[in-house]
């Protein structure tokens, strides 16, 4: 099994745009949307939980964008 890394959590809006950044490069992503699974199923959850996750194999490649990303969201 492939080992995977939490790189991001956030809003849906910041983390798709995070995904698109990285999906630029190739870099293969994965994300859980905890937020709509909770209102699928019924139940309230902060729209801030779903997490972005890339192959731990790709950390060193993903961190000059995830850096740059976060730059960009704090100003």
Do not use: C, Q, W
């Not at 959590?9 to 983390?15: C, D, E, P, R």
């Not at 994300?31 to 699928?40: D, G, W």
Request: proline share 3%; no cysteine; charged share 25%.
């Amino acid at each position: 099994m492939t080992d995977y890394t939490k790189i991001f959590t956030g809003t849906s809006i910041l983390v798709e745009r995070l995904n698109h950044l990285l999906t630029d490069l190739k870099i293969p992503t994965l994300i859980k949307n905890h937020h709509e699974s909770a209102r699928l199923g019924g139940f309230g959850l902060s729209m801030d939980s779903v997490e972005l996750f890339i192959y731990t194999s790709d950390i060193e490649k993903a961190t000059p964008i995830l850096e740059n990303f976060k730059k960009e969201i704090s100003e």
